[in-house]
């Protein structure tokens, strides 16, 4: 049984806030790619999940979806710092334009990992990260997102995709509990 409950969570973003938001993210998106060539969205699971699908419907360029699964929190509120590579498997992206939609960068540790990984492996034409939530005030390392939604202060949120241990991830909006 969870210790916290949906009704203790205090409304940080709204529905309408998040929507407005990642169709501004995509008009940047769509001016910084174009509209002719393909982008490879690479959405890691799971919290990513519900932006990564939202924003891909905004894109105007054709679109290729991947999926991959790292876990740095388990079912912790805080990241571990560890980063676990569940499944990395994605086809070819030698030479080609790739975007990692990521729900919340906070250490950085996470999206330093796949940025090696992808950048020594895959060699991609062009590389760059779009993030949902950007808690900066976490960050351990230097990885800045190209794109992000909302900076958000040193808060545990849920809700749109992010997740407290295994629920909420199915909210309309995001939230923090005090």
Known sequence: ML??????L???FTQE??????EE????????????????????????????CDLSKHLKMPVQMEFIRVSSYGNS??????VQAMDLTLPNLEHKNVLIVEDIIDTGCTMKFLLDILCRTHKPKNLKVVTLLNKKIARKTDIEPDYYGFDIDDKFVAGYGLDYEGYMRNLPYIGYFE
Not at 29 to 35: E, S
């Open 10 to 12: 205090k409304i940080l």
């Open 3 to 8: 210790d916290k409950k949906v009704e203790d």
């Open 25 to 52: 993210l995509a008009e940047k998106i769509n001016n910084d790619f174009g509209t002719k060539e393909d982008l490879t969205l690479i959405c890691v699971l799971k919290g990513s999940s519900i932006f990564f």
């Open 77 to 82: 509120q805080t990241s571990s710092g560890h």
């Open 17 to 22: 806030q998040i929507e407005k938001r990642i």
